[in-house]
């Protein structure tokens, strides 16, 4: 079992800079792929990046790909999402989420989620 909680959400200006984090129990973290998704109000759920077991393959949206960055650090058990050069259109409730195997990008093939947490962009 691995349990998840994030942190990190709050209030920003557009172009200003937020660093999400991850932090899971369980020992088996590190076998896990992780991925962050976002749900804005009255939109599905989709898939910003992830992020393999090993740190060494990642994935980004197109619509943040170039400002943001997912990584990793297994010895804490932790995955973060940096998120630079906000924009309005990235507010939305996110997510971090865990699965065995290679990350996809479908909400449903993950196995662990966090309880989210607000990012909102004013303009």
């Known amino acids: 079992q691995v349990q998840l909680v994030e942190s990190g959400g709050g209030l920003v200006q557009a172009g200003g800079s937020l660093r999400l984090s991850c932090a899971a129990s369980?020992?088996?973290?590190?076998?896990?792929?992780m991925g962050w998704f976002r749900q804005a109000p009255g939109k599905e759920r989709e898939c910003a990046a992830t992020i393999t077991w090993n740190g060494g393959t990642t994935y980004y949206a197109r619509s943040v790909k170039g400002r943001f960055t997912i990584s990793r650090d297994n010895d804490k058990n932790t995955v973060y999402l940096q998120m630079n050069s906000l924009k309005p259109e990235d507010t939305a409730v996110y997510y971090c989420?865990?699965?065995?195997?290679?990350?996809?990008?479908?909400?449903?093939?993950?196995?662990?989620w966090g309880q989210g947490t607000q990012v909102t962009v004013s303009s």
């Open positions: 369980g020992r088996t973290f590190s076998s896990y792929s």
């Open positions: 989420a865990g699965r065995e195997g290679w990350p996809t990008l479908v909400p449903g093939d993950y196995k662990y």
